[in-house]
């Protein structure tokens, strides 16, 4: 499949990028940067055009001729919470969105966030009940969180239009090479965004499941992608009853020892996603994670962005 990567430049691009790559997909890799040394650059099936996507006539350019979109282009946080991320963002996916709908390409990813729920960058969570799924209400108090809740409203509309269409809104957690960078010793750190995480392969996974998996869907969907263990030492109970004592129990059976507060079954019941902290370097799952899993422990460089 020939399959457009935008914000190849970014740190979920290139693993987005290198994970196609191995699953011997033709990538066209486009970001307003230029282009960055990586070690796809020389591949045979990566073509890197740079462009600024909140141009549409430059964005329906770029895009023509392939088959998918991976749509990562975006700021990756509230910034000084004025206008630049929720402008842009917002310009950005709808131009991607209605580029596709006019060139015929029926396959589309585009990267939401936890983040269209009160987490961290909100003033103050607004949990309604755990473990959080999809059906949480979505009340974003910041233009990061705003931006990507406005990208999901696009998405419902242009399917609505072009029925043809099938586009997917990511909710990634934080994205990163391992589950110690999100691990901290001071659990306070972390409760505004739940203690979750996500292997940054096994998000790029749910990426490409959802322009490229033949399980029947249809129209715009939102998926929850995170992994069912805490990036904690302690148990789900808790941290629960220490920060969120007052918050109901949806369903008891997903908290229990080190459980996350998230509900991932709809990426599993219609991407076939299942979070692995192993993905081979032919581009395969490694061993599926359960909330059981003791994950060992690995130093890494480096901890880039909170969220994609």
């Known amino acids: 499949m020939k399959i ?38 020389n591949h045979p099936k990566f073509i890197f055009t740079q462009a600024d996507l909140k141009d549409y006539e430059e964005t329906k350019r770029v895009l023509a001729g392939v088959e998918g979109v991976i749509q990562l282009a975006a700021f990756p946080d509230p910034g000084d919470y004025g206008v630049t991320t929720h402008n842009s963002n917002v310009v950005i996916s ?36 755990f473990p959080i799924n999809e059906e949480h209400s979505c009340n974003p108090d910041e233009p990061y969180g705003l931006s990507k809740q406005i990208a999901e409203l696009q998405a419902a509309s242009i399917v609505r239009r072009y029925p043809s269409m099938r586009v997917a809104s990511i909710r990634l957690h934080w994205s990163v090479p391992h589950r110690d960078v999100a691990n901290y010793e001071d659990p306070a750190r972390r409760f505004n965004d739940l203690w979750g995480y996500v292997q940054e392969d096994s998000g790029a996974d749910a990426f490409l499941l959802a322009v490229t998996s033949e399980i029947g869907w249809s129209g715009h969907e939102a ?29 008891a059976k997903f908290l229990k020892g080190k459980a996350g507060f998230f509900d991932c079954g709809k990426a599993k019941r219609l991407l076939g996603w299942v979070h692995s902290d192993d993905i081979c370097s032919d581009g395969k799952l490694g061993q599926p994670d359960t909330e059981e899993a003791v994950l060992p422990r690995r130093t890494y460089q480096g901890f880039g962005c909170r969220i994609t």
């Not at 970014?10 to 011997?24: D, E, H, P, S």
């Not at 998926?223 to 369903?251: C, G, H, M, Y």
């Open 4 to 41: 457009a990567v935008t914000g190849s430049n970014g740190r979920v691009g290139k693993c987005v990028v290198k994970l196609a790559l191995q699953r011997g997909h033709t990538v066209v890799g486009v970001d307003y940067s230029p282009r960055a040394e990586n070690a796809f650059d």
């Open 223 to 251: 998926f929850v992608i995170a992994s069912p263990t805490l990036a904690s030492n302690l148990n789900n109970e808790t941290l629960r009853k220490q920060f969120f004592p007052n918050v109901p129990i949806k369903d």
């Open 94 to 129: 709808w131009n991607i969105l209605r580029s596709c709908a006019e060139l015929g390409i029926n396959r589309v990813a585009q990267a939401s966030s936890v983040n269209v729920i009160t987490m961290a960058f909100a003033q103050k969570c607004d949990f309604h009940y």
